[in-house]
């Protein structure tokens, strides 16, 4: 299939619109953090809202604020923001954009191997493995599947093309993906990292150098026209060395870092049933595939993909949202799978059969998700933001910019206007026991830059348990700090 061609038949316009209307109502159930249908603002998902915000207000990323997520994500925070600056409008809209893009190259994927109907239940099916792992929303996750996904689909017609070179422009924008993840989240890279690895061994086993040509100068191009203004940025503003320890030096010792988890019969189900399904059906879809149409090559790009797949999401910690990486491997093992029964003589009844499976596991997963009484009170920010607004009030007006606050979340400062005190601003304990450093840097701060506030969150107090990674912190806020005022949530103290 011409994919160029295809983009002009009214058929896929109509469906094309169809995806841009499950983009909207998915992504309002299901994007907690940025649907306006909640009042949340999220855990991560706040942090990256602050950074996009401190990035317009004129501040260096990693220099005047620190997280380990790569440049690329505070522009995307950036843009939404400067599209609507009120909430978060604009990043919602972004959202909207790139799951409709998604989904439209999961179709094209599957047109490759399935008809029209079956092509769409797949989609269908990847919304609610999504709806699985989408976590809160506005995650580096969800902005990575058009990229991921161009580059598979470029992959898949290089496969079926008989392994005739690819025009050097799909080589560019691949390029471009893989600075775009590699800018944003380095983990998330492994379809591209696949991909390309499945494209290099054949073009160096065909012995097709201008291939390999073509592979060498797209890839270089698209990668350097996101890279080099990224890298002249930093080393205008004096960052480029914080940048890169952030982005790559900090998330190598972040990755490292596996806890102990111990399994139960209920959370290895869940824990199963979450990780791996995509890997399964991949490999079980390519098994079928090959041994019907006798083509071996797609076994090769399957075991790129699950090598590189396990690589990226399975190392380090267990986090569900992760898997939103594997869903172009759901999908190409679903559409391997199917076209097996493509043309078996009850054909259609099975293609309005997943047709009908697919759409009522969505909608119904959807509709029990939104009531569920427990989903409504988790996405509901009130009790935060009235501790937060509680806990300001004690504070006069002219000593605002004076309050640091200590493993408090972000969404602290969207709900009352604060602006950080301190480039560590955020997960200080988390951050810290990756780098013992960042606990040296916060206690020297504390000494000799003293903030005249500081906040914490009530559960971090010693009554309650709670044993510091960073005790020599809460030493020098013992010593010379006097707590004036608590919550239910928060600890107010102030400087002798």
Known sequence: MDFCKSLKTGTNYFIYLLFLILSIFFLLIFSGSTSPLYNMSGVDSSIFVMMGKMFLEGKTPYVDFFDHKGPILILVEALGLSLYPSGNTGIFIIQIINLTIAQILIFHICRHFTPVLISFSIVLFCLFMFSLSIGEGNLTEEYTLPFILSSLLFTIQYHL????????????????????????????????????????????????????????????????LITIPIILYFAYKEGFYEMIYATFIFNMKYIGYEPKTHFTIRSFIIYFFKYWPSFIILVLGTVLYCHKTRKKDILVLTCFLVLWGVVSTRFGLYVPHYMTLNIPLLALGFALLLNTYTYQRYSKLLTYTYLIVSFSLLCGYSIWKYN??????????????????????????????KIYTYNVQSRFFLNTGIKPYYRFFIFQEWHGVHDKKIFEDINSMMIKHSPLWVIIPADNMSESGYTPANSSFYEILDREYSLLYKNEGLVLYKKK
């Not at 991909?195 to 040509?213: E, H, R």
């Not at 009130?382 to 605002?400: A, C, L, R, T």
Request: charged content about 20%; glycine content about 8%; overall charge positive.
């Open 161 to 224: 093309s008989g392994r005739k070179s690819i025009l050097i422009w799909k080589y560019f924008i691949m390029g471009i993906s893989v600075a775009f993840l590699f800018w944003m989240r380095m983990n998330n890279m492994g379809v591209i990292c696949a991909c390309i690895s499945f494209i290099l061994v054949f073009t160096i086993k065909g012995k097709d150098w201008k291939g390999i040509k073509n592979l060498l100068v797209g890839l270089s191009l698209g990668f350097l």
């Open 372 to 401: 569920s009484p427990r989903y409504r009170e988790m996405l509901d920010d009130s009790i935060f933001i009235k501790q937060s607004s509680d806990i300001i009030s004690h504070i006069p007006d002219n000593e605002k910019d």
